[in-house]
C-alpha cells in the first residue's frame, strides 16, 4: 500500500467530512423527530453479535454470500450486523416480560454488506430502523406505512414524488396453499419475484413457467383477483382513510427476507431519471421463534441513508450547508481576544478562534472556506464585523451590539 | 449457544433500551453543543478502516493485541478502528489542500478494543475526538483544555469535581536527550511512567533504577526542576488566566499513544470512591508522517462515554429519564382515534397510539411501563386526561382544551 492508497477510505465505505456529515445528521434528525411524534423510543445496540444470531431467519444470501463474519480472539465467531431486525429482536425477546404493549422502537444504526460497491448500495450504511411490537392488526400495520410516508413528506417531498407498494405474503402464502405448492417451490418463486424488477418479462415468464408447470395460469389469476378484492384492497382503503393517496396493490413485492408473514411495503421514487425502490418493510411474527415457543407480533421497516439521499438529491431536497461557526474571531494588537470569545459565547454565538497573527486576506480566505458566516475583527477598542454572505462590514466600540448584530442575522 | 445465550449481546458490547440510550444521547449532545460553541464541525468515517492506517504510530500494544483485525473476504486486512485519531488524521491529510486553518473537528465515534471487559473498559465504547489542525502555540494547547474542561463543567460538574494534570511530551524528550538516553530506554521509561500509578511505589522505584541506573537520580531531579519553571509553569499559568483553576502539573503524565509530541493532559475524577484518570489528549505534530513528508500541527482529545457515565454516576448528574412518548393514547367506543392523534401530533406533541380494546388497567400499567407522563381516554364527545405523573384526572369535550392542558404541563 502506497502513501497515496492509505489516504482513501476501505473500499464502499464512506468519510463524513463537515458537509456531508451535515447532510447526515440532517437526515437523521428528521427521521428521529417523526419517529418520536409517533412515541417511538430511541435505542441502540452494538454493530457486533454472535454469528448465531443471523444463521435462522435472516435471508440465506446475506448471510453466506454477503456478511463480514471473522473470528475473535477467543475463538467466538462474530457478525458486523447486516441488519439491525434480529438485534432488536433479540432485546426485545430479553425483556418480553417487563416491556410496555404496544412497544414503540426506532433506531439508526450503522449496517454491514459485503457486497461490490454500487449507486445505492455501499459495505457501510445507516438505516432507520422502526419497529412495533407486541400487537397485530390492519390499524398497527397501517401506522407503520403512515410513519414512512410522514417521514419522507417531512423531507418536503410531494406525494407526486414517490409511490407506495403493498402486498401481502400471508396472500402470497395462501395462494400457495390452495395451490399445493412444495415450500422450495413456492420459495423459489418468492425469490423470482423478488428479481422481477430486474428482469425482462419474457424471462421471467420462461422462469416462473418451469417453476409452476401447469399451475402457473392459476397462480397468475389468483395473483389478479388478490389484486381486485380481499385484505390487500381493504388495506389500501385504511391507507387511503389515513390520508395516503399514493399507494398501489402490488403482488410482485416480496421484499428479501425470509421473516415476513403478513403485509409487505416498498416506497418508490418515481422519477423518470432515477425509478427505483428506496425502502420498505412488513409483519414478521415468527421471528422471535429463533428466541423462544412464544410468539411476539411485530411490525416495520428499514430506510437506508443512501437511497435517501439519492432521492433528496434528485428531487433537489437537501437544504444548504449551515457550519457550526457562526462567528471566525480574530485579533488586531495587544487584545484579551478570550474575553471577547466567551462574552459571545455566552450569548448563544458558536465562535472559532484564530489566535495566529496573519494578513487580513488571510483570515478572510479561512473564514470562507469554513462558510462562516462572520468574520470579527477585535483591535483595541473597536469591533470590525464583515458579513461575508452579504459582503458588507459595520464598525461597533460595543460587543453587545454586535452580539445583538449577529444575533438577529442568524435568527432571520 | 443455548436459547437462553443467544439472547445475550456479544461480550463487552451494550445494548441499550430506551432509558439508557436517552443517557448516551444526553451525553452526546452536552458533547456536540459545546464542542460547536468553540467551532468545531461534525465530522465522521467508517468503523472499518486498512489495518495499515495503524500499524506505525498507534501503540504496539493496542496494535498487536487489542484490534479486532481480519481479512475480508477479498483478502484486505480490515481493522475495526481502536481510536479515531488515525482516520481523522487521513481525512485531514486527504484534503489538506482545501481545508481552512485552523480546522477544528469533532466527532462521537465507537471505537473497539479486544479487552477483558472490567470497570469502565468495555471492548465497544463511544468516544469524543476533538481535535485542532494546522496550528501550533499555547494558545490552541489551551483551548484543547478548555473545551474538555467547558464539557465537564456542562454536565454540572463543580471545579472540586475533578482535576486536571497537565505534562510535556516535549520537556521529557529535552530531558532524555540531555541525559543522552537511548529511544529504547527512553520508550521503556515512558511506558513504566504511565503505568506508575498502578504501581507501589517501591517496585516503581526499583524498576526506574534497573532502566536508567546512575542517570536516575539526575532524571528525578530534571523531572522536579520542570514541575517548578519552564514552559509548563508557563501554560498552567494561562490556564489559570482562563478561568481554569483545577489544573496541576504532573510529570509522570504520558498517555498512552506513541504519537505524542507536545503537551499531554488527563482529567481526574477526585471522588474517593472513584479516584480515577477518566480521559486526556495532548498534541501530536508527527503524526502525518504516516501520509507525506509535510508535517501538519495537530491537537486534540478523547473522552470516553464509559468513564464519563460513571464519573456522573459517581456525582449524581445523570438527567431523569423523559421518554418520546408524551400521551399514550386510547379510546373507547367508536371514535375516529386517528384524528385526535393527528390533531396533537399537530400541535407537537408526541402520541402513542393503542388501538387494541382493553381494560383501563391495562392501559394505565402500560402507560406506566412507557413512563409518558399522559394516558389520554378518547370517548365519543369527551377525553378524559389523566396525568400519570401527580395522578389526576380531568375532562373536556374540547380537544383545544385538552392540548393546551399538555403542551403547559411539558414546557414547565
Redesign the interface.
Known amino acids: 500500500?502506497n502513501?497515496k492508497e492509505?489516504?482513501?477510505?476501505?473500499?464502499g465505505?464512506?468519510?463524513?467530512?463537515?458537509e456531508d456529515?451535515?447532510v447526515?445528521?440532517y437526515i437523521q434528525s428528521v427521521m428521529s423527530r417523526v419517529?418520536?411524534?409517533?412515541?417511538?423510543?430511541?435505542?441502540?445496540?452494538?454493530?457486533?453479535?454472535?454469528a448465531?444470531?443471523y444463521e435462522s431467519k435472516t435471508s440465506q444470501e446475506i448471510v453466506n454470500e454477503q456478511t463480514?463474519t471473522?473470528?475473535?480472539?477467543?475463538g467466538?465467531r462474530?457478525v458486523l450486523r447486516p441488519e439491525m431486525t434480529p438485534s432488536v429482536a433479540?432485546?426485545v425477546?430479553?425483556?418480553r416480560r417487563?416491556?410496555?404493549?404496544?412497544l414503540?422502537?426506532y433506531s439508526i444504526p450503522?449496517v454491514?454488506r459485503?457486497e461490490r460497491p454500487q449507486k445505492g448500495r455501499l459495505?457501510?450504511h445507516w438505516q432507520l430502523n422502526a419497529d412495533l411490537f407486541g400487537?397485530k392488526?390492519m390499524?398497527?400495520d397501517g401506522?407503520m406505512v403512515l410513519l414512512a410516508y410522514e417521514i419522507v413528506k417531512e423531507f418536503g417531498a410531494n406525494d407526486e414524488d414517490f409511490k407506495i407498494k403493498i402486498n401481502s405474503r400471508k396472500v402470497l402464502n395462501d395462494i400457495s396453499d390452495s395451490l399445493e405448492l412444495s415450500d422450495d417451490t413456492f420459495k423459489s418463486v418468492l425469490s423470482l419475484m423478488d428479481k422481477r424488477e430486474k428482469m425482462d418479462s419474457k424471462d421471467y415468464d420462461e422462469k416462473l413457467q418451469s417453476l409452476l408447470q401447469d399451475k402457473k395460469d392459476v397462480f397468475e389469476k389468483e395473483l389478479d383477483v388478490a389484486q381486485k378484492e380481499g385484505e390487500l384492497v381493504e388495506f389500501k382503503e385504511y391507507l387511503n382513510s389515513?390520508g395516503i393517496e399514493n399507494v398501489e396493490i402490488d403482488t410482485s413485492i416480496v421484499r428479501g427476507f425470509d421473516y415476513y408473514t403478513g403485509f409487505v411495503f416498498e416506497m418508490f421514487d418515481v422519477d423518470i431519471e432515477n425509478p427505483r425502490s428506496m425502502f420498505g418493510g412488513g409483519r414478521y411474527d415468527n421471528l422471535f421463534e429463533?428466541?423462544?415457543e412464544e410468539e411476539i407480533p411485530a411490525v416495520g421497516f428499514g430506510m437506508g441513508d443512501v437511497t435517501l439521499r439519492d432521492f433528496l438529491e434528485t428531487h433537489d431536497l437537501i437544504p444548504e450547508y449551515i457550519?457550526?461557526?457562526?462567528v471566525?474571531l480574530v485579533r488586531e494588537g495587544d487584545v484579551n481576544i478570550?474575553e471577547i470569545a466567551n462574552y459571545l459565547?455566552d450569548n448563544g454565538i458558536?465562535?472559532?478562534?484564530?489566535?495566529?497573527e496573519e494578513k487580513f486576506d488571510k483570515y478572510k480566505k479561512?473564514?470562507e472556506?469554513?462558510k462562516?458566516p462572520f468574520l470579527l475583527v477585535a483591535s483595541k477598542g473597536v469591533f470590525t464585523l464583515f458579513n461575508l454572505e452579504q459582503n458588507t462590514k459595520i464598525k461597533s466600540d460595543s460587543n453587545e451590539d454586535i452580539t445583538k448584530i449577529i444575533n438577529q442575522y442568524l435568527e432571520s
Not at 465505505?13 to 463537515?18: A, C
Not at 419517529?35 to 454472535?50: D, P
Not at 471473522?70 to 477467543?74: A, H, I, L, S, T
Open positions: 500500500m502513501k492509505i489516504l482513501e477510505p476501505y473500499k465505505v464512506r468519510d463524513f467530512y463537515p456529515q451535515f447526515m445528521d419517529c418520536e411524534t409517533f412515541g417511538y423510543e430511541h435505542y441502540g445496540a452494538s454493530i457486533l453479535e454472535h448465531k444470531l463480514y471473522f473470528e475473535d480472539r477467543g467466538r462474530v433479540r432485546m425477546a430479553k425483556k417487563d416491556l410496555p404493549k404496544p414503540r422502537l450503522n454491514f459485503y459495505r457501510e400487537v392488526g390499524e398497527y401506522e389515513i429463533i428466541f423462544s457550519p457550526a461557526t457562526e471566525y478570550n459565547r458558536n465562535v472559532s478562534v484564530n489566535y495566529t479561512n473564514a472556506k469554513i462562516t
